[in-house]
């Protein structure tokens, strides 16, 4: 009698822990799911702010182009539809693809190529091929790269809907590490694409030296988090906090140099062609928003 009044205790505690521990459990996978489902987001959001940069240059720079081929409405619509799809993903919680958007993504990405190639073609064609002057002022080699890494943002945002809250992966590898490492690439880019502009510029302004070395080393710190071992990154998160804030201080920045040409926006429609391109800087705080959800991603992975 003395071992069966022990078996019942011990199988009481037994039962009460296990009632404790299935509250915990579905809080552990709750608060996963909404890592998982979070990130997707982030990375949505990120791919609408980037196409959004894409549609108002790709549109200025096209008009001052006449659109003399008709391929170039094509970027400013996938561009649109890339906004619309990525503000309806930055609202949904649903942990699946979305098919519309899914198809919208890889319609930008293909376009972002697509566009790539007619760049460097425009590039190689003229007198000299490629030199620094006809990487100045021949067609943008950003413009379509950037529609490019929006529809990726987004399409991998999707991907990862389907993915398991827990220990979810992409492309054979942790969700954490892959879109840290296309943040990180996606980010280095971008600010190559500043220094180009800001070469060009001779760096006239101090300020134009930030957007050519905070975010290169966000981008440093972010691909170093994404290959090593997953734990706390204090100096990446403030790295990429910076990048975002130089994105709109750079916004701020273009906006007053062209105030400064003459006429100022009165002349708006010879300035805006002629001064600082406005919709470029907001391109590097949509880098870091989608950086700083790989990061924090990438920071809960199992090591």
């Not at 982030?42 to 609408?48: D, G, L, T």
């Not at 008709?70 to 309806?88: C, K, R």
């Not at 697509?114 to 460097?120: K, L, Q, S």
């Not at 943008?140 to 890494?149: N, S």
Request: glycine share 10%; charged share 15%.
């Amino acid at each position: 009698m003395r071992w069966a009044g022990i078996a019942c205790i011990l199988a009481g505690v037994a039962a009460t822990a296990a009632v404790m521990e299935r509250p915990q459990q579905r809080r552990l996978c709750k608060r996963a799911r909404q890592v998982h489902i979070e990130t997707s987001r982030a990375f949505n959001r990120s791919s609408a702010l980037l196409a959004g940069s894409v549609l108002a240059d790709s549109a200025m720079e096209h008009y001052r182009g006449s659109f003399s081929n008709p391929v170039m409405y094509v970027p400013p619509l996938v561009a649109t539809f890339s906004i619309l799809a990525g503000l309806h993903g930055g609202a949904d919680r649903h942990a699946q693809t979305h098919t519309v958007r899914h198809a919208i993504y890889w319609g930008a990405a293909l376009t972002g190529l697509a566009g790539t190639g007619f760049h460097v073609y425009n590039v190689m064609k003229r007198p000299g091929g490629w030199n620094w002057n006809n990487l100045f002022y021949a067609a943008p080699m950003g413009a379509p790269t950037a529609l490019l890494l929006s529809g990726a943002l987004g399409a991998a945002a999707e991907r990862l809907r389907n993915q398991p809250a827990r220990a979810p992966r992409l492309l054979g590898m942790p969700a954490g590490r892959a879109l840290g490492l296309l943040s990180g690439i996606g980010l280095a880019g971008t600010a190559a694409e500043a220094w180009l502009l800001h070469f060009r510029g001779s760096f006239q302004h101090k300020a134009m030296y930030a957007p050519v070395s905070i975010p290169p080393a966000a981008s440093a710190l972010l691909l170093h988090a994404a290959l090593t071992s997953p734990q706390p990154r204090w100096l990446a998160r403030v790295m990429l906090r910076m990048t975002w804030l130089v994105g709109w201080l750079g916004l701020a920045f273009h906006v007053r140099g062209v105030a400064r040409h003459h006429g100022g926006w009165r002349n708006w429609s010879q300035n805006l062609f002629n001064g600082p391109p406005v919709p470029a800087p907001p391109s590097f705080a949509a880098m870091a928003l989608a950086g700083l959800a790989a990061l924090r991603l990438r920071e809960r992975e199992p090591r």
